[in-house]
């Protein structure tokens, strides 16, 4: 029996208590994803977007589902402390896929909405209706179509027009269940003309006992003149496996960026697609990955220029030691018509080891004559001239590979545009580097040290 076949069994089993514990918006899509998996099935290594993953043996473990939306755990606004110092932040808990009440630990202005998705769906009925499973739908994706197929709730993130938030809306998944566990995590995100916001995402895993499974199906729609700012911290554990895919619609002068951070991980999967849709939108993708033992990390970016004058921009690091494995494939696409278009997309590998692999793919399919598009790759080891010459002037030839790697992914952290974030992260990078963790904020309970 193929993977697949025992999740659409479940669903076929259990399909009234699941949409009884959601919402008739949510479970009108049910259909056309169950359809889509019925021919499609799970990719195969044989799909060029997964060619280096192993989806089917990922979902083969049977993975236990919470259809009756009980949490795991006490409180983790009591017991859990995943903050940034000197950065005022909003924080909202998922764990597994159960979103937290935050009524009354989080105070939000006027015109800011974070809720959980089945609640916005009665009080935002048109907002939601308008917006969800659109972008997730327009290129048929395996991955996606189960967690259309499976998900009960999720997050609504809505900014009001013209509203500019200050604080950094954080959210934070944790994987903690008594078995095996999968999660189907879903986010819609609504940044309405001039509005702005910063997001951060970051996903946790309590202990290494059990595998975690968990889809991700994230939905930005990004107004006219708006920011969204988004970054992900991923800091889970072997066992775990995770499919990620974010989808971002962006209007003119719109502005978008993301920052993704992987410390610790499993088996990980980020498939990134974005359509730039009005003139003088702009969107800059940046990653940085660390991979050591047998973790792998796959990221699979697309982007569409559809529209005249906007810019696009990719610069992605991975550093892969012992038998780890990373995978990028960057993909931009220009339509015709799409002139002054300009889009940079670099992607560079440093291998700690010499069992480690990497494997790059850019590439740019262009259908406008006045463009500027360029796209960069490398792959290679330590630069033994640099390392020789700070072990001359006694630097310890470990602390010299650090001070390297770590410089190596700095260029992605200085992308961060939130100082105390930024901070934070080269502390998490250098801590990941020397093979330890960075450490709590004083009072978390419940992380096993792998808190931003």
Known sequence: MSSIDQYLALYREHSALLEAHSHPVLNAHRAQALAQLEAMGLPSSRAERYRYCNVEGDLAPDFGLNLRRSLPVGDPYKGYRCGVPEMKTALFYVVNDV????????????????????????????????????AATRKAD???????????????????????????????????????????????????????????MCDHSMDATHQYLSTQVVEAFVGERAQLHIYTMEETQ??????????????????????ELT?????????????????????????????AKEETLSSDIVVE???????????HKYVVGDKGVSAFAGRVVVAEGAQQTLAEQTNANLLA???????????????????????????????????????????????????????FVNEV?????IAPLRQRVSALVEARFRGRDAGCQEGCTTCGGHCI
């Open 99 to 134: 979103v937290c009440s935050a009524d009354g630990k989080a105070v939000l202005p006027e015109g800011v909405h974070v809720l959980p998705l089945c609640e916005a769906a009665t009080r935002f009925p048109e907002v939601v209706q308008r917006h969800y499973n659109t």
């Open 238 to 259: 072997e066992a775990n496996a995770r499919y990620a895919n974010l989808y971002v619609e962006q209007q003119a002068q719109s502005q978008t960026s993301l920052c």
């Open 353 to 407: 080891s010499p069992t480690a692999r990497a494997f790059s793919q850019p590439m740019l399919e262009i259908y406008a004559d006045d463009v500027k598009c360029n796209h960069g790759s490398t792959i290679g080891k330590l630069d033994e001239t640099a390392l020789f010459y700070m072990r001359q002037r006694g630097v310890p030839e470990a602390e010299a590979r650090l001070l390297l790697q770590h410089a």
């Open 142 to 200: 395996a991955l996606s179509a189960l967690n259309t197929l499976l998900v009960q709730d999720g997050l609504f993130v809505y900014v009001e027009r013209g509203v500019t938030i200050e604080q950094t809306l954080q959210i934070v998944y944790v994987s903690a269940a008594a078995a095996d566990m999968m999660s189907n995590r879903r986010v819609l995100v609504v940044v309405e003309e001039e509005a702005t916001a910063n997001l951060l």
């Open 413 to 417: 952290v200085e992308t961060v545009h």
């Open 305 to 315: 220029h559809a529209v005249p004058n906007c810019h696009s921009s990719m610069l």
């Open 263 to 291: 410390l610790h991980n499993g088996h990980t999967r980020n498939q990134t697609e974005v359509r730039l849709l009005g003139e003088g939108a702009d969107v800059a993708l940046n990653g940085a990955y660390i991979a």
